[in-house]
């Protein structure tokens, strides 16, 4: 079984940023793929951005040139340095991880974008 456990998320004002880290514990694959999706009120969640564990990444072009994402393979965690942030950011974002076609979720951390 796998854990994932998300922090950092909170109140920003327009332009701000926050970044969220996400641990992940248990059994973890050395091979797996770790990422970041976010759900706004009234809408489905969308990828926002995911990272294997080689380094490969895709950015979702929503957030492109804003979000980053990077990993620490030694501490199983996942970051998401988010700047410039715009109120369309808003968001219940959660951490996920694929490993061996399993998908594993976080609770989710919520991020308001407010002035």
């Known amino acids: 079984q796998v854990q994932l456990a998300e922090s950092g998320g909170g109140l920003v004002q327009p332009g701000g940023s926050l970044r969220l880290s996400c641990a992940a514990s248990?059994?973890?694959?050395?091979?797996?793929?770790m990422g970041w999706f976010r759900q706004a009120p009234g809408e489905q969640r969308e990828l926002a951005a995911r990272?294997?564990?080689?380094?490969?990444?895709y950015i979702a072009d929503s957030v492109k040139g804003r979000f980053a994402i990077s990993r620490d393979n030694a501490k199983n965690t996942v970051f998401l340095q988010m700047n410039s942030l715009k109120p369309e950011d808003t968001a219940v974002y959660y951490c996920?991880?694929?490993?061996?076609?399993?998908?594993?979720w976080g609770q989710g951390t919520l991020v308001t974008v407010s002035s």
């Open positions: 996920s991880l694929t490993q061996s076609g399993a998908d594993y």
């Open positions: 248990g059994s973890i694959f050395r091979s797996n793929v």
């Open positions: 990272i294997t564990s080689g380094g490969d990444s």
